[in-house]
Every structure is written in C-alpha cells, then in structure tokens.
Nanobody, 126 residues
C-alpha cells in the first residue's frame, strides 16, 4: 500500500522559513513525478510545485516562485519543499502527491496525481 507521509509543518512568523519533507513507501519513487499542493480553510486545493523523476525539471505556482524550492532524494525516497520568505497567505495544509510511475511529464493539475499524503499544517503569523 502506497504511503506518503509529510512532516515539517508548524507555526512561523512572516518572513520566516520552513522545510517540509514527504517520505514515500511502496512506490518505485525514482519513477514517480512528485508534487506539493496546499489547501487553505474554505478554499480549493491548489498546486504549489512539482518535480520530475530525476529532479532536473521543476515547476512552481506563480504565488511561490522565487520563495519556494522543491527537491528530491531518490535514494531516501523523500521529496522536500523549502519555503522561504513566508507570508500569512501561505497558511494552509500542505500535501505531497505522486503521479503513477508510467507518467513522465511534470504536471500542475490535481487530477494528474494518483497518490496523496494526509498533509502537514503550515501557519504563518503576521
């Protein structure tokens, strides 16, 4: 059974940083495109960032470009999201997701991802 377990969330002041991790199990992982999404209270789930199988290609939502960095360690089966210059509007539950292994392309659409973690809460105070 595929499991994606996020960690690293918490409460931080505006301008601060957090590093999220997502550990995967029961996945080939090095053959899975990975993504981060977030969902704020009362809002729809939205794309944050995604990364190709080898890590050489990434894509970011405009709202986080230049502040967030996605990375992966295939040996550790872990994907990371480094978040800098955090803003109150970044407050949300952050979820890790994986595409099925036969899909090669990175994608920002929720529907492209088959596996999801439970999420980790990030709260940014002003």
């Amino acid at each position: 059974q595929v499991q994606l377990v996020e960690s690293g969330g918490g409460l931080v002041q505006a301008g601060g940083s957090l590093r999220l991790s997502c550990a995967a199990s029961a996945l080939p992982f090095s053959r899975n495109v990975m993504g981060w999404f977030r969902q704020a209270p009362g809002k729809e789930r939205e794309f944050v960032a995604c990364i190709s199988r080898t890590g050489d290609s990434t894509n970011y939502a405009d709202s986080v470009k230049g502040r967030f960095t996605i990375a992966r360690d295939n040996a550790e089966k872990t994907v990371y999201l480094q978040m800098n210059s955090l803003k109150p509007e970044d407050t949300a539950v952050y979820l890790c997701a994986a595409r099925r292994s036969f899909y090669v392309s990175i994608d920002s659409l929720l529907e492209a991802y088959a596996y999801w973690g439970q999420g980790t809460q990030v709260t940014v105070s002003s």
